[in-house]
C-alpha cells in the first residue's frame, strides 16, 4: 500500500477545515501515511477533526535549528552531486524575483530535513497542500530522493506568486486545483501537457455534519444574517455593513452576525461604530465548526459573504499583507490580485438550506447561479447587495426557494465524500489520463463552456 506524505506550511488551521478533511480520509486509505508541517499552529481555537491530526503531525525544525543544518552537512559530504544540483535549480528558477529566491533559500535546508524525515519513514510520494513554499519543499525533498510528488492550489496561491509555478506543475506527478478560474489563469501560460495534469475537484463539504435537520426557529422577531469569514479586506465585509447600514435606514430591524477572526478587525469595529450599527451587528471572533453549527448556521435566515478582488499595490497600507510580500507578489508575474476560490464556507450555509448572497468574483459563480440556487451582486456594489438582502427579508418563498435549490447544488457537486473518490482515483492512477476537457463558468452569461487543454471551445 502507497505511504503519502502531506506537506503543509501550517497545520492545522481553523479556518482550513477542507484540507483537514481531505487529509483525513486520505490517510484512512493509505495506512502508514504521514503529515509534515513546517511550522506549528498559530491558532488557539481547533476544530477536533484537526486536534486529531495535529497529534499524527510531525512539526519539522527550523531551517537554521542544529538538527536542520547537520542534516544538511550529511548531505553535502555524502550526496554533494544531487545536493547541489536541486540548489542551483531553485536558484536558477526564482533568480528573477530576489525576495521569492531569498525565501526560498530559507526554505531549501528545511526542505532537505524534510528529505531524510520520508527517506527514513519510507514514503512513496510526497504531496502538499497549498502552492507556495509547502510545495517548494516537497518538489527539493522529491528530487533529492528521486520519488514523485503531487499538490494541491487552492484559491489564488498559483496566480498571486507565479514563480516557480511552472516548474512544479511540470515535475509533478499530478496536480487538483479546487476551481475552474485557477485552471483558467494556468491555461495562459502552461502548455497543452502540463494543463493535462490539471483536476479540477472541488473541496466539498462534510454533508453529514452541515444539513438542515440541525435548523432551528429562533426566538426573535427579526431576521438574523450571518457572515462567517477570515477578516481580510477580500472577504468585502465592510461592504456588508454599509449594506446593513442601508437596510437600517429603510426601518428595517434584523440582527447581524460576522463570526470570524482577523487583521481588519479594528476597523470593522470602526465602520460598526461610525455608521451607527452598535446593537445590530456582533462580531463574537472566532468559534468551533460545532458552535458555528450550534449556535449561527443553526438559526440564521440568510448567509452573506460579498467577496471581492482585492489589488495589490506596493504604496498602498494593506493590513492582510506585508509591503515585503507585495513585492514579492509583483515581482512575480502573477495577477498581482488576491481572491477567494469558492469559499467553504457557503457550500455549509447552502447544505443547511440557508439562502445565500455572494458576489459574482473568482470561482463563486461555479457554486452560485444568480437567482437559481442563491444572489450574486456585483463586486463592492453595496445598493446591490442591500437589495438582494432585502428580497430575503420581503419575500419569504423567494428565500425558501433558493435555499432548496442550493441544497441539491451542493448534494451533486460538492460532498466531500463523493469528491474524495475522484481524488482517491487520482492518487492511484496518477491523473486522469485522456481527460482533455476541463468545465468553466463564463461570468457574464453563468453558463458552463467546455475547454479543450489548449484553451480552445468545445463544439
Request: proline residues 5%; hydrophobic residues 40%; aromatic residues 10%.
Amino acid at each position: 500500500m502507497k505511504k503519502i506524505a502531506f506537506v503543509l506550511s501550517t497545520f492545522p488551521t481553523l479556518t482550513e477545515t477542507f484540507v483537514a478533511g481531505e487529509i483525513k480520509l486520505l490517510m484512512d486509505r493509505f495506512p502508514g501515511s504521514s503529515i509534515y508541517s513546517l511550522r506549528p499552529p498559530f491558532d488557539k481555537i481547533l476544530h477536533e477533526e484537526s486536534v486529531e491530526l495535529m497529534n499524527k503531525t510531525c512539526y519539522l525544525a527550523s531551517p537554521l535549528s542544529k538538527e536542520t543544518l547537520k542534516t544538511n552537512l550529511w548531505w553535502i559530504l555524502n550526496r554533494p552531486g544531487i545536493y547541489m544540483k536541486i540548489l542551483l535549480y531553485a536558484i536558477f528558477h526564482t533568480i528573477f524575483n530576489p525576495v521569492h529566491c531569498m525565501k526560498t533559500l530559507y526554505l531549501f535546508p528545511q526542505a532537505v530535513l524534510l528529505a531524510s524525515l520520508v527517506e527514513s519513514e519510507g514514503i512513496d510520494q510526497l504531496h502538499s497542500h497549498w502552492a507556495g513554499y509547502p510545495t517548494t519543499a516537497a518538489m527539493v525533498a522529491a528530487k533529492l530522493l528521486g520519488i514523485p510528488f503531487s499538490f494541491t492550489s487552492h484559491a489564488c496561491d498559483m496566480s498571486m506568486i507565479k514563480t516557480l509555478t511552472k516548474q512544479k506543475v511540470r515535475n509533478a506527478d499530478f496536480v487538483v486545483t479546487c476551481t475552474g478560474d485557477a485552471l483558467r489563469f494556468l491555461s495562459t501560460f502552461l502548455s497543452s501537457e502540463e494543463l493535462g495534469k490539471i483536476n479540477v475537484n472541488y473541496h466539498g463539504s462534510n454533508l453529514r455534519k452541515f444539513h438542515p435537520g440541525l435548523r432551528r426557529p429562533h426566538a426573535e422577531d427579526k431576521p438574523v444574517i450571518m457572515s462567517c469569514s477570515d477578516l481580510h479586506e477580500r472577504k468585502g465585509l465592510p461592504i456588508l455593513l454599509k449594506a446593513l447600514s442601508q437596510l437600517k435606514q429603510s426601518n428595517y430591524d434584523f440582527r447581524a452576525v460576522i463570526i470570524g477572526e482577523g487583521p481588519q478587525r479594528a476597523f470593522l469595529e470602526k465602520t460598526i461604530k461610525d455608521l451607527d450599527l452598535e446593537g445590530f451587528v456582533e462580531m463574537p471572533g472566532s468559534v468551533t465548526q460545532e458552535r458555528l453549527i450550534e449556535e449561527y448556521y443553526a438559526i440564521a435566515d440568510m448567509f452573506v459573504l460579498p467577496c471581492m478582488v482585492q489589488h495589490l499595490s506596493f504604496f498602498r497600507k494593506n493590513v492582510d499583507l506585508g509591503r515585503f510580500k507585495i513585492l514579492e507578489c509583483k515581482m512575480s508575474g502573477g495577477e498581482g490580485i488576491q481572491k477567494d476560490g469558492i469559499p467553504n464556507v457557503l457550500v455549509e450555509a447552502m447544505a443547511m438550506k440557508i439562502p445565500v448572497i455572494s458576489t459574482s468574483v473568482a470561482g463563486i459563480p461555479e457554486l452560485i447561479r444568480h437567482n437559481e440556487n442563491g444572489l450574486l451582486a456585483p463586486e463592492k456594489n453595496h445598493e446591490q447587495l442591500f437589495l438582494h438582502i432585502k428580497s430575503l427579508i420581503d419575500d419569504a418563498a423567494l428565500g425558501i426557494r433558493l435555499a432548496e435549490a442550493g441544497y441539491l447544488t451542493v448534494h451533486e457537486k460538492f460532498d466531500r465524500s463523493k469528491n474524495i473518490e475522484e481524488v482517491l482515483e487520482i492518487f492511484e492512477r496518477k491523473r486522469w489520463p485522456g481527460r482533455k476537457e476541463r468545465f468553466f463558468i463564463d461570468r457574464a452569461q453563468s453558463q458552463s463552456i467546455a475547454f479543450n487543454i489548449d484553451g480552445t471551445a468545445l463544439g
